[in-house]
């Protein structure tokens, strides 16, 4: 067994440690006067229910995850085991354009004009009210707007670098 000791945590050992837990699988979308955009993310939690506050961490190396920030507003959307195909397509398997991952989707808005997916577990539909840049992310914070709370499911996690479901 290897344990890293020295200082400096490498990345590749950090991701395989962090493939161990298990983690929701979300697609995080926004669209707003900068562009629209989605992609599959797993760095989730809640933050407050009073008010209503997301967390959302988002990788800043990739070149349109601005929109975000810039957009001011997300949607978090919770995903089925049903959903794995659409996770992978927002995850960019497939190397997919966002309009044709979105097309893969029913969607519609609520109160922020970010997409929400109709028949997700839960989507959280949230103004950004603070972001912090942390290394090689956004830090990002949101207050609820609106919730729109599917039927319960089996939940799509990500564990041990594959797709599981809970809750059958």
């Known amino acids: 067994m290897f344990i890293a000791k020295d200082p400096k945590i490498e990345p590749l050992a950090f991701r395989n440690a962090m493939s161990h837990f298990a983690e929701a699988v979300h697609i995080l979308t926004t669209d707003g006067p900068y562009g ?16 209503a506050t997301m967390l959302v961490c988002l990788n800043r190396r990739h ?78 914070y949101g207050k609820v707007t609106a919730i729109n709370a599917g039927e319960a499911g089996r939940s799509l996690i990500y564990l041990n670098r594959s797709y599981h479901r809970v809750g059958d």
């Open 36 to 51: 629209r955009r989605g992609v599959t993310i797993s760095a989730v939690c809640s933050v407050s229910d009073d008010p």
């Open 63 to 140: 070149e349109f995850n601005h929109l975000f920030v810039e957009n001011q507003v997300f949607a978090l959307n919770t995903l089925s085991f049903e959903h794995q195909a659409l996770s992978e397509a927002f995850s960019g398997k497939g190397d997919l354009s966002q309009a044709d991952r979105f097309a893969l989707g029913n969607w519609h808005t609520l109160q922020t004009g970010a997409p929400v997916l109709a028949d997700a577990l839960a989507s959280f539909d949230c103004r950004i009210i603070a972001t912090h840049e942390v290394a090689t992310h956004y830090v990002i």
